[in-house]
Every structure is written in C-alpha cells, then in structure tokens.
Nanobody, 128 residues
Framework: QVQLVESGGGSVQAGGSLRLSCVVS????????MAWFRQAPGKEREGVAV???????DYAEFVKGRFTISKDNAKNTLYLQISSAKPEDTAMYYC??????????????????????WGQGTQVTVSS
C-alpha cells in the first residue's frame, strides 16, 4: 500500500520561506507522477505544482516564480519550496502520487482526480 507522509508545515510571516517534504513509500513502477495540492477552509482542493517521472514540472499560475517542486529519487522524497509567502497561501498542503506518467494536459495533471494516493496533509499558515 502506497504511503505518503508530509512534514515541514508551520507558521511563517509574509515574504518568508518554508520547505515541505513528503516521503513516499511502497510505490512501484518507474513512471510516477507526483504533485502538491492545497485546501483552505471553505474552498476546494487545488493543484499547486506537479513533477513527472522525468523531472519536468508544472505550476499553478498563482505560485509561479514563488514555489519550486523537486524530488530526490534516492530518498523517495518530494519537496515543495515556498518562497515569498503570502497570507493567501495559508492552507493545508497535501502531496499526491500516481503510478503512471503525468497526464499531458496541464489542467488534468493539476486536478485531484488524477491521483490515487494522498498524504494526510501539513498545515501552512502565513501571517501578514
């Protein structure tokens, strides 16, 4: 059974930085698509960033230039570097994975329906 465990969340002031981590275990296959999502209270879960098995990345417009997704295959760990944080970035952040290459459509690969394994989430709070 695939397990994803996030860590690194916390509180940061606007303009600050934070790095989230997600350790992935028991996922098989070379082609794995992984992503970060977030969900604020009263809002739908939204895609933030995605990284394909070949290292190619894609970002939601509202985080481009501020967030960076990366992975360390040797450590089975996915990362999300948050920089220039804004109060509107406050949300629960989830990592997600699927044992296949990312969907070719940017809209689809940033959609939650493409992923069948999820972590429990880590809270990020940005104060103004």
């Amino acid at each position: 059974q695939v397990q994803l465990v996030e860590s690194g969340g916390g509180s940061v002031q606007a303009g600050g930085s934070l790095r989230l981590s997600c350790v992935v275990s028991a996922i098989t296959g070379r082609r794995v698509c992984m992503a970060w999502f977030r969900q604020a209270p009263g809002k739908e879960r939204e895609g933030v960033a995605v990284i394909d098995f070949d290292g190619s990345t894609d970002y939601a417009e509202f985080v481009k230039g501020r967030f960076t997704i990366s992975k360390d295959n040797a450590k089975n760990t996915l990362y999300l570097q948050i920089s220039s944080a804004k109060p509107e970035d406050t949300a629960m952040y989830y990592c997600a994975a699927d044992s296949r290459a990312c969907h070719p459509s940017a809209a689809r690969r940033l959609g939650p329906s493409e992923y069948n394994s999820w972590g429990q989430g880590t809270q990020v709070t940005v104060s103004s």
